[in-house]
């Protein structure tokens, strides 16, 4: 089953990204989050197409990603319209902006004018270019790093253990929990419940209580077993643990460190010699 949540599961290949330095892939990343932030205009944000390409070519992320294409055309199809109309109608005064189609007329209640102006159609076709890279960024490091390496990174930035085991437990069992529920959903369906019938909104009303109670059921009988295991190996006894994955900095993480670097200060200067876009 493919779905959105593959675009932040682990897969793992024999590739350098995969075998990157976690610290190193979290630069690169908050560094290309860094970069979308600076920069106001839709051709210069649309440039980190290129380092996130390179790094799906790399990493040979094509195929999972593609799950996530259906999740981005929704965000868009409910994002842009919305950002469309609020843009129009709340930052510039009636004239001050270039109209592309009015929707209502000026005499009509409450909406007044509404009107699709192309100063917000640039800025809203932005934010959701913006969200997508860096939601394709993020899928980047999680697709790429393990659970075991996640666990090192975060105990290396000096995060308390207790977070970080709930962390791991979330990404560990999330996929579970998607799995668990197609499962009782099969077993409903062979058992006679309709779900085929009606509109969306009808079925997934009709769904509701027979799906969502056996997994909520399900939750519980494995956060109390897996609470039962906790406790029996002392999970929380000791202040200090250890760790099975020790990171270890090649010349390889150096090198991108330093071109990550590097970029990240071409960019700062570029936007301070040439100014806000």
């Given amino acids: 089953m493919s779905t959105a949540l593959d675009a932040f599961r682990y897969q793992e290949e024999d590739t350098p990204l995969h075998h990157l330095d976690p610290r190193a892939k979290l630069l690169i990343v908050a560094s290309l989050i860094l970069f979308l932030w600076l920069w106001w205009d839709l051709a210069v944000v649309l440039l980190a197409l290129v380092p996130l390409t390179v790094l799906v070519l790399v990493g040979r992320l094509g195929r999972p990603l593609v799950g996530s294409l259906r999740l981005y055309a929704l965000l868009g199809l409910l994002l842009v319209p919305l950002n469309v109309l609020l843009h129009s109608a709340l930052t510039f005064p009636p004239g001050q902006a270039e109209v592309l189609m009015t929707l209502t007329p000026p005499e009509t209640p409450l909406l007044g004018g509404l ?155 570029f936007r301070v010699i040439v100014g806000p876009a």
């Fill in 115 to 269: 009107a699709i102006t192309r100063e917000a159609l640039i800025f809203s076709l932005l934010v959701y270019a913006r969200l997508v890279l860096m939601l394709v960024a993020t899928s980047v490091f999680f697709l790429t790093t393990s659970l075991d390496d996640l666990e090192a990174l975060l105990l290396s930035l000096r995060v308390p253990y207790f977070f970080v085991l709930t962390l791991s437990l979330a990404f560990r069992f999330l996929p579970t929990l998607g799995e668990e529920a197609t499962r009782i959903r099969e077993a409903q369906v062979a058992r006679g419940l309709d779900l085929e019938t009606g509109g969306r909104l009808r079925r997934l009303w009709r769904a509701g209580i027979p799906l969502l109670l056996p997994l909520f059921v399900s939750v519980l009988r494995r956060s109390v077993r897996l609470g039962e295991a906790m406790e029996a190996r002392a999970t929380f006894a000791y202040p200090t643990r250890t760790n099975t994955v020790d990171l270890v900095v090649r010349p390889g993480d150096v090198g991108v460190v330093v071109a990550t670097l590097a970029f990240l200060a071409l960019a700062f200067v």
